[in-house]
């Protein structure tokens, strides 16, 4: 998984993620920031008919988003697939702040789950040093 934004160096996460059972964001976008989220993944063995990706996200135990998109359906093969979603816009404003929970899942249309996972990410008023191109 990748997240690109202007004006800050690319966010290349492996998946699955690591140390999801700890509160630590994997990474932090700037509140009023455009984003993409860009996932690469290979399809070994059998075909994901109807591919989705669904993702809700939580700020302090509220639902805030509860987002899904059809990949499409996937065969086999042994270059990666790239996947890119829309352009989004992180919110903006004080209580827009902070840290945020994400709950993913990859699911075909027959109801098999091929990833299920958590993680946490920040939205701060300004990058941060370390997250500056």
């Known amino acids: 998984m990748s997240i690109i934004s202007p004006g800050r160096t690319d966010v290349v996460l492996p998946i699955p993620f690591p140390n ?73 404003g004080f209580f827009a702040r902070g840290p945020f929970l994400v709950r993913s899942k990859f699911m075909d249309d027959d109801g098999k789950c091929y990833l299920d996972t958590t993680y946490y990410f920040d939205i701060r008023k300004d990058w941060g040093a370390r997250d500056k191109c």
Do not use: Q
């Open 20 to 92: 999801t059972t700890s509160k630590a964001t994997l990474f932090t976008l700037k509140e009023g920031s455009k984003y993409r989220t860009i996932f690469n993944f290979t399809v070994s063995n059998n075909i994901a008919h109807g591919l989705c990706y669904t993702y809700m996200v939580w700020k302090a135990g509220v639902r805030v988003c509860n987002t899904k998109k059809m990949m499409g359906t996937f065969n086999p093969r042994d270059e990666p697939y790239t996947f890119e979603l829309e352009e989004g816009t992180t919110p903006s």
